[in-house]
């Protein structure tokens, strides 16, 4: 599986941004995608992910209520809508899959960084 994100840049405090995440690969039903992200001088934390075949999704409590992780499979991309960002939101974001069955991702596209000034 490849990913790739896109969609990072400089918003101010209160704004909405998307990212967006090409899956390319084989079989994608039989996996989870997901999203990390990694603020300077922290730990990298994870933020949501989604089952690719039933889209099912799962939140950190973190991003529960600002944070929709959706897909589209025809376009093979999972999104990320971040709302209410904070300039505590600002990180470099990465996508990320797992085999479904797994509890590693082991799959990491480059990150995308987001930056929101107060």
């Known amino acids: 599986v490849q990913l790739q994100a896109s969609g990072g840049g400089l918003v101010q405090a209160g704004d909405s941004l998307r990212l967006s995440c090409a899956v390319s690969?084989?079989?994608?039903?039989?996996?989870?995608i997901g999203w990390f992200r990694q603020a300077p001088g922290k730990e990298r934390e994870s933020v949501g992910s989604i089952l690719w075949s039933a889209g099912n999704t799962h939140y950190a409590d973190s991003a529960k209520g600002r944070f929709t992780i959706s897909r589209d499979r025809a376009k093979k991309t999972v999104y990320l809508r971040m709302d209410s960002l904070a300039p505590e939101d600002t990180a470099d974001y990465y996508c990320v899959a797992r085999f479904r069955t797994s509890s590693n991702y082991n799959y990491w596209g480059p990150g995308t960084l987001v930056t929101v000034s107060s």
């Open positions: 690969g084989q079989t994608l039903s039989l996996y989870t």
